[in-house]
């Protein structure tokens, strides 16, 4: 089954408010994370990336946290924008077998 | 820098013919990655090469499925006598080589939506 998988298919948040988004992962030997977004009809786009010697990593409006004990990842986005609807995946990197990707959170902004 | 190319962007096939799909990596890019993600779904991993390698095809079915990454030109997913549950999008990545940026991350092209009829 997945390694990798979100714990809420839809999340809708009001514009302006803050929105987290939640992975769990089951391979504890993983060493590298990825959140992208995707939206309707394009390819993932990067947003933001931790190792597994980090516990927080800070992006622009965006931040990561890695929780090892529990193999917890979330996605915080701050003062959330309609540009920020789409669908957000978080992969998990455990060497030459590529990515592995959990299903995704639909985000929706309301106005 | 333009970013990893896919074409075409959208390809319609009929039951048995041959499905090609292009994918040219980020400049200064050496690992290429094939995945193919249906509806409502995340990507599934198919196939990771390097220049005139195949590093690991451990997610690419066994038959009517092959991929290259000639020493020129672009990397190729080749499908041959397709059936309707080959539909779906088809993303390639890039990653560059060890010593630049970081290996591990991978960017997206826009992909090829692969319809078959």
């Known amino acids: 089954g997945e390694s990798v998988g979100l714990h809420l298919p839809t999340l809708s948040v009001q514009e302006g408010d803050n929105s987290i988004i939640n992975c769990a992962y089951s391979?504890?030997?993983?060493?590298?994370f990825i959140w992208y977004k995707q939206e309707s009809g394009k390819g993932p786009q990067f947003i933001i990336d931790?190792?597994?010697?980090?516990d927080k990593r800070q992006g622009q409006r965006v931040t990561v946290l890695l929780n090892k004990t529990v193999k917890h990842l979330s996605l915080q986005i701050a003062a959330t924008q309609p540009g920020d609807s789409a669908v957000y995946f978080c992969?998990?990197?455990?060497?030459?077998?590529?990515?592995?990707f959990g299903k995704g959170t639909h985000l929706i902004i309301q106005p | 820098n333009a970013g990893v190319m896919q074409n075409p962007r959208h390809l319609v096939r009929r039951r048995g013919q041959e499905a090609r799909l292009r994918c040219s990596p980020m400049?200064?890019?050496?690992?290429v990655y094939w995945y193919r993600q249906l509806p409502e779904e995340g990507l599934k991993f198919m196939v990771y090469?390097?220049?005139?390698?195949?590093?690991?095809e451990s997610g690419m079915p066994k038959e009517r499925f092959s991929a290259e990454f000639p020493k020129e030109g672009p990397s190729i997913l080749r499908i041959q006598q397709v059936v309707r549950g080959d539909s779906a999008a088809y993303f390639c990545?890039?990653?560059?080589?060890?010593?630049?940026?970081?290996?591990?991350?991978?960017?997206f092209g826009p992909g090829t939506r692969l319809t078959v009829l």
């Open positions: 990545a890039s990653s560059p080589p060890v010593g630049r940026e970081d290996p591990d991350t991978q960017y």
């Open positions: 391979n504890s030997a993983s060493d590298y």
């Open positions: 931790i190792r597994s010697n980090m």
């Open positions: 992969a998990e990197n455990r060497g030459a077998d590529g990515l592995t």
């Open positions: 400049k200064g890019h050496s690992h």
């Open positions: 090469l390097q220049k005139e390698n195949i590093i690991d």
